[in-house]
């Protein structure tokens, strides 16, 4: 039996688990009859189990834990150190050291003039503080301006004005009404495009899409466009050539803010400190959150242009927001110790170099006839798994959920690996390990899912799939980040 921290057996720590626990996005329908995952340390890019048995990490805790899970210690005596000198003050109307050296940091840290920074406690509160800013920023200068722009199967978060942005009806559908009012125009996904459309003629496609939903809503009317650099949801979607430049025009021509939602991209995901440099995205505000602490501690961040916080500065105006714990000393100095961690181990840079090798690794994968399309960059990719690679014939919802829930989610984890078996939008594998990973552990990711994925076209034949192990995940719903 492994050793924890807790004083609780295996079995104690189940059955409270079972009779307390809430877990977030997940069916606990499906553990009646399985044990729940407990995971109970890490190390690496690896975690352990309750029981002893350890796991390969192949989305670094929802794309968050960029250092991996061994730098505990240092991180728990940042913030001893903070606790000793000060354990809590809030920044409503105060500030303190930690909160104005981080927000220095991530100042030149980001691209362009993005020299202010609003904290909050993670990804959709940044995209909530984010939308509201955008609406209050219009005000201020004599707009009323109020409506959000973002794209198809899009994912933002899950507080009331997050979940509205999204762009996943399934999602949003369960809380309606929402939030009025966002449009959804097309993202990037080109795999299910027309083969003979060239790069630039669907760059054209999406910004003529954009730009009539603007004009539909009333571009006076419309307060922020945001998006993320690489949509996550979907499948890992990158930008077509020229895209974030036409989306930029757009936005100055209309006086639009541009959000870039850089909660999963920032902070080495994609080989850079934020990936608003890689795409010249040039963005009014960034939100950002999960890498910027490594997920050792629940703080995010909304980064404005100076131009955006100009309305806010005279007078007695305000930005009519605030969380309580938002900057929250403790939280703030572990993001700064994560932020000296990705310097001195020299993270990022590993990203960019290892990134090709990754991709090349990963390619290996296209060689099976369930794998239809591979995308991504970074440590950040998506495989997509069809039914006919030469048609790129999809799955249809009844297939998706024997496939992806039945059988794949169940059998990686009984293989040793956490990925994402993810069907918001297409099926996809989601692929994205702590930023630390090297060869060794891309090639047992392929291992591992060349050895799933194989087994898995063999039960395409109609045979029943094989049942959840006791203790094996099911896919979430709707999984977040």
Partial sequence: MSTTATSLTPAELQRAARDHLWLHFTRMGSYRDGDIPIIVRGDGCYLEDANGKRYLDALAGLFAVQVGYSYGEEMGEAAAAQMRELPFYTNWGYAHPRAIELAAELASLAPGDLNRVFFVNGGSEAVEAAWKLARQYHTARGERRWKAISRRVAYHGTTMGALSINGIAALRAPFEPLVPDVIHVWNTNRYHRPPEETEEEFTQFLLTDLEEAVVQAGPETVAMVIMEPVQNAGGSLTPSAGYFQGVREMCDRYGILLCADEVITAFGRLGGWFASDRYDIKPDLVTCAKGLSSAYAAIGAVLARDAVIEPFLDGTA???????????PVQAAIALKNLEIMRRERIVEHVAAEQDGFRATLAQLLDLPIAGDLRG???????????DKETRETFSDEESESLLRGFMSPRLFEAGLICRADDRGDPVIQISPPLVAEQAQFDE????????????????????TKRRAAGSPEAPVSPAG
């Fill in 377 to 387: 960059t970074g440590f950040f990719y998506a495989l997509e798994l069809v039914k």
């Fill in 445 to 464: 990711i392929v291992g591992i899912l060349g050895e799933v994925l194989t087994e898995a076209w063999g039960k395409l034949d109609g045979r029943p």
């Fill in 318 to 328: 305000m930005y009519a927001h605030g969380i309580t714990f938002g900057g929250h």
